[in-house]
Nanobody
Framework: QVQLVESGGGLVQAGGSLRLSCAASGSTFSINVMGWYRQAPGKQRELAATIDRIGSSNYADSVQGRFTISRDNAKNTVYLQMNSLKPEDTAVYYC????????????WGQGTQVTVSS
């Protein structure tokens, strides 16, 4: 099992920045990819960014160039630096840890609210 605890959400004005953190514990050796997903009111959960164990990252077009995902394997922590925030970035942000293979599984954090005011 893997447990994920997020922190760093909050209220910020448009153009501002926030940094989200997600600390993983438990069977962290089994995690292949970590990432951040977000869900705005009335919308489906969508990918924001992912990063694998060697640091290769992937971003949604909507956040490319504004968000940066990073990972500290020694601390089992993934970060999402969000700059130039827009009101449309308002959502609950969920940390995800994915284990691939025959026993593949997705783990989710409890979510952290990010609100960007115009």
């Amino acid at each position: 099992q893997v447990q994920l605890v997020e922190s760093g959400g909050g209220l910020v004005q448009a153009g501002g920045s926030l940094r989200l953190s997600c600390a993983a514990s438990g069977s962290t050796f089994s995690i292949n990819v970590m990432g951040w997903y977000r869900q705005a009111p009335g919308k489906q959960r969508e990918l924001a960014a992912t990063i694998d164990r060697i640091g290769s990252s992937n971003y949604a077009d909507s956040v490319q160039g504004r968000f940066t995902i990073s990972r500290d394997n020694a601390k089992n922590t993934v970060y999402l630096q969000m700059n130039s925030l827009k009101p449309e970035d308002t959502a609950v942000y969920y940390c995800n840890a994915a284990r691939y293979g025959i026993n593949g599984k997705d783990y989710w954090g409890q979510g952290t609210q990010v609100t960007v005011s115009s």
